[in-house]
């Protein structure tokens, strides 16, 4: 079991910024990917970003740019540096991490960007 515990969260103006970071521990495999998924209400749940354990990374469209994932394997933590924040980026952010086949999911810290 691998749990994963998100923190970084809050109320932002529109144009500022936040950093998210999710720290995993329990049944940790060096091959894994982590990332970031977020869901607006009324809306489904996306991918933000995601990262391999050997740094390759993957953005969704919409944040490309302004969003910039990374990992401290050490530390087996996950970062979303997330600039130039948009209304439409509120959302709860949900950190995830899969290895050998499993998927894990954090309990989600709410983003909240104010125009």
């Known amino acids: 079991q691998v749990q994963l515990v998100e923190s970084g969260g809050g109320l932002v103006q529109a144009g500022g910024s936040l950093r998210l970071s999710c720290a995993a521990s329990?049944?940790?495999?060096?091959?894994?990917?982590m990332g970031w998924y977020r869901q607006a209400p009324g809306k489904q749940r996306e991918l933000v970003a995601d990262?391999?354990?050997?740094?390759?990374?993957n953005y969704a469209n919409s944040v490309k740019g302004r969003f910039t994932i990374s990992r401290d394997n050490a530390k087996n933590t996950v970062y979303l540096q997330m600039n130039s924040l948009k209304p439409e980026d509120t959302a709860v952010y949900y950190c995830v991490r899969s290895q050998k086949g499993f998927v894990y999911w954090g309990q989600g810290t709410q983003v909240t960007v104010s125009s």
């Open positions: 990262i391999t354990y050997g740094g390759s990374t």
């Open positions: 329990g049944s940790i495999f060096s091959i894994n990917v």
